[in-house]
């Protein structure tokens, strides 16, 4: 089917940068969007930047202007860069990517594992 697989998560000082790479493989015909979500202990999930497949991007209130999210089509990669963290960003990064697999298909989400973002002195 089809695989996510992140990395970039860290430990991190406030103020500091990190990005986060997310990369899908298998059968994938196209990709409609693929997002970032976060979960942090004893805290529900949380969509944090979502890219679609025009270039159309949202954010959650407390990240703008501060992360960014891109998208290489040709490799099925998104990014998301964050600068200035603050402990409050400290959580589970998620990938999630709606991909259609075949011509026809309608689109099926799919989860990376997570990685582990720390925002600590």
């Known amino acids: 089917q089809v695989q996510l697989v992140e990395s970039g998560g860290g430990l991190v000082q406030p103020g500091g940068s990190l990005r986060l790479s997310c990369a899908a493989s298998g059968t994938i015909f196209s990709i409609n969007f693929m997002a970032w979500h976060r979960q942090a202990p004893g805290k529900s999930r949380e969509l944090v930047a979502r890219?679609?497949?025009?270039?159309?991007?949202n954010y959650l209130d407390s990240v703008k202007g501060r992360f960014t999210i891109s998208r290489d089509n040709a490799r099925n990669t998104v990014y998301l860069q964050m600068n200035n963290l603050e402990p409050e960003d400290t959580a589970v990064y998620y990938c999630?990517?709606?991909?259609?697999?075949?011509?026809?298909?309608?689109?099926?989400?799919?989860w990376g594992q997570g990685t582990q973002v720390t925002v600590s002195s």
């Open positions: 999630n990517a709606a991909v259609v697999v075949g011509i026809g298909r309608s689109p099926s989400d799919f």
């Open positions: 890219i679609i497949i025009g270039g159309g991007t």
